[in-house]
């Protein structure tokens, strides 16, 4: 059964700088990763999507790396604000299923 | 890209009392559809999901049911509602291989 775990789970960091969110998972055999964005009360607002095949994808100042082999998935916000405070969701599809495993989140607060 | 519409946005109704949630998708035809859960403190659980009208999958038993009568609708149910299924429930939409979109939810309170 796949488990998907995200370290820290929260974090506090002043405007500006760069930051480091984790996910790990424990069955490799993995279709996709998805991270997802969650603010206070809302829905999931998609933010990359990675195959399984690719080893990151960037938007704007966001950067998500994939190493399948391991287990891991990194999420690097460059130059934070105080608008990307959330709490941010990792998740994976597993090959031969249609729904995703969630991790517990990571609660993102910037400062100003 | 597509849209997903949950309502209502915020529910109270008393132990014993049915329940109906409804999500609609825009912008897709034929999709997957999921019902979540994310109860507080915990992730989010997969309830239900639907590959087309009238197939609904079950992940885990429960007091709840679910329903597609149409392509792009998806229906949340309960007969009678119990005070474990209070909860943040969200629709979301997908392809079997594509990212998944989500809808902005229904906050779920039973007393």
């Known amino acids: 059964k796949q488990e998907v775990t995200q370290i820290p789970a929260a974090l506090s960091v002043p405007e500006g700088e760069n930051l480091v969110l984790n996910c790990s998972f424990t069955d490799s055999a993995i279709y996709n990763l998805q991270w997802f964005r969650q603010d206070p009360g809302k829905g999931l607002t998609s933010l990359l999507l990675i195959q399984s095949s690719q080893r990151e994808q960037t938007s704007g100042r966001l950067n998500a790396s994939l190493d399948k082999s391991s287990g891991r998935s990194t999420l690097y916000i460059a130059a934070s604000q105080p608008g990307d405070s959330a709490t941010y969701l990792c998740?994976?599809?597993?090959?031969?299923?249609?729904?995703?495993?969630f991790g517990s989140g990571t609660r993102l607060q910037v400062q100003p | 890209s597509q849209t997903i519409h949950q309502w209502p946005a915020t529910l109270v109704q008393p132990v014993g009392s049915p329940l109906s949630l409804e999500c609609t998708v825009e912008?897709?035809?034929?999709?997957?559809l999921y019902w979540y859960r994310q109860a507080a403190g915990r992730g989010l659980q997969l309830l239900f999901y639907s590959v087309g009208i009238g197939q609904i999958s079950s992940e885990v038993p429960q007091n709840l049911s679910a329903s597609r009568p149409q392509d792009r609708q998806f229906i949340l149910s309960s007969k009678k509602l119990l005070l474990s299924d209070s909860g943040f429930y969200l629709c979301?939409?997908?392809?079997?291989?594509?990212?998944?979109?989500f809808g902005p939810g229904t906050r779920l309170t039973v007393l």
């Open positions: 998740a994976v599809r597993n090959t031969g299923r249609r729904a995703l495993t």
């Open positions: 979301a939409s997908g392809g079997a291989i594509n990212e998944q979109f």
């Open positions: 912008g897709t035809s034929n999709p997957n």
